[in-house]
């Protein structure tokens, strides 16, 4: 990843503190920590890792039937329901 711009954050001294420990535990920077949170709550991937997570659901085999036979498996009826 190329690291291009430059983005000054100030945290409270506890949570800098807290975020540090766990960077060292993860055994990674401060920034990358930051970065990769950034990109997991916001969903920023690159398009490199979509089409790997395309590929990886791609090559599950899992079972798989006909729409109807699976809403009928997993939606209940409503009466099933006030039961």
Same mark, same amino acid.
């Given at each position: 990843?190329?690291?291009?711009?430059?983005?000054? $954050? !100030?945290? /409270? /001294?506890?949570?800098? =503190?807290? %975020?540090?420990?766990? #960077?060292?535990?993860?055994?990674?920077? %401060? *920034?990358? %920590?930051?970065?990769?949170?950034?990109?997991?709550e916001y969903g920023i991937v690159s398009k490199?890792?979509? $089409? =790997? #997570?395309?590929?990886?659901?791609? *090559?599950?085999?899992? /079972?798989?039937?006909?729409?109807?036979?699976?809403?009928?498996?997993?939606? #209940? =009826? /409503?009466? =099933?329901? !006030?039961?």
């Amino acid at each position: 990843m190329e690291l291009s711009k430059k983005t000054t $954050i !100030l945290f /409270p /001294p506890d949570l800098h =503190e807290r %975020l540090s420990r766990l #960077a060292v535990q993860k055994g990674v920077s %401060l *920034g990358e %920590l930051v970065r990769s949170a950034c990109e997991k709550e916001y969903g920023i991937v690159s398009k490199e890792d979509r $089409i =790997e #997570a395309v590929r990886s659901l791609a *090559g599950l085999e899992l /079972p798989v039937k006909d729409v109807k036979k699976m809403k009928e498996e997993s939606v #209940a =009826e /409503p009466e =099933e329901l !006030l039961r």
